[in-house]
């Protein structure tokens, strides 16, 4: 239990962490009070607190859309230091990652005029903003599944020859690395999906999925996210042994 609570703690006081808490807890928020609202039977408290809730998962999302304004600085530095990717072996995952940080890249700044549009920051109509911070959105997931399924093919057939040659020790890192890639296709397949929704309607299921839905497939996509992350920080604990003072 106290272990529990020091690697949350760990996670709070990082601003990544503290966002993925953030968000894990505004989709849960959101399923659990989507649920409530729409159960039939549910007595009139139960749905009081299904749009409590609703509207608390509301307030976390502008919460983090708030904080996501310090975000570009750190997204350049970032894409600046891929550049072209050039230490990347594989042609296809370099210009699919390049392609990946430009969407996010051109994302933050279209965010940002769509709330300061909502906040009367500025006089223009959020709308159309909020729509290609969405397109961007999207575009980036569906680079990343793609990105992830080119380097699934790859530790495939690093991992057959390592079957072929030995070293149990390399073949294990291969599978934990195919773990890692499953889980982040299945995670951006689940954002995938909400991003679609938020889409104008008419477009493939925009508009089309009921609160639980939404808050299922992001509360999914957060939990993903919160794994890989304790995962690698422990990992990254486990290699670098005892830190002098």
């Known amino acids: 239990m106290q272990q529990s609570v020091e690697s949350l703690v760990r996670l709070l006081e990082s601003y990544r962490g503290r966002d993925k808490v953030i968000r894990t807890v505004c ?8 649920v409530l609202t729409q159960k039939a039977e549910a007595d009139v408290s139960s749905k009081r607190l299904g749009k409590s809730l609703l509207l608390f998962s509301a307030q976390l999302s502008h919460c983090r859309t708030v904080l996501r304004l310090f975000d570009d600085l750190s997204m350049l530095a970032y894409s600046q230091s891929y550049g072209l990717g050039a230490s990347e072996e594989d042609a296809g995952v370099r210009w699919i990652s390049v392609l990946t940080n430009v969407a996010d890249q051109l994302y933050y700044p279209c965010e940002h005029i769509a709330w300061a549009a909502d906040a009367e920051l500025v006089k223009v109509k959020s709308d159309k903003w909020w729509l290609l911070s969405t397109v961007l959105w999207g575009a980036s997931l569906f680079l990343g599944i793609l990105r992830s399924l080119r ?6 057939r690093k991992l057959k020859k390592h079957d072929w040659d030995g ?61 890989q992350m304790t995962t690698s920080s422990s ?6 042994g005892p830190s002098s003072e």
């Open 27 to 34: 989709y849960g928020s959101q399923l659990v009070g989507g």
């Open 167 to 227: 070293g149990g020790n390399r073949r294990s890192h291969l599978r934990r690395q195919i773990r890692g890639e499953l889980l982040s296709i299945l995670s951006s397949m689940a954002d995938l999906g909400n991003a679609i929704h938020w889409m104008p309607p008419g477009f493939l299921w925009a508009g089309r999925f009921p609160s639980w839905l939404v808050g299922l497939l992001g509360t999914t996509s957060s939990l993903i996210g919160l794994i």
């Open 151 to 156: 380097v699934l093919l790859l530790l495939r």
């Open 235 to 240: 990992e990254l604990s486990d290699s670098a």
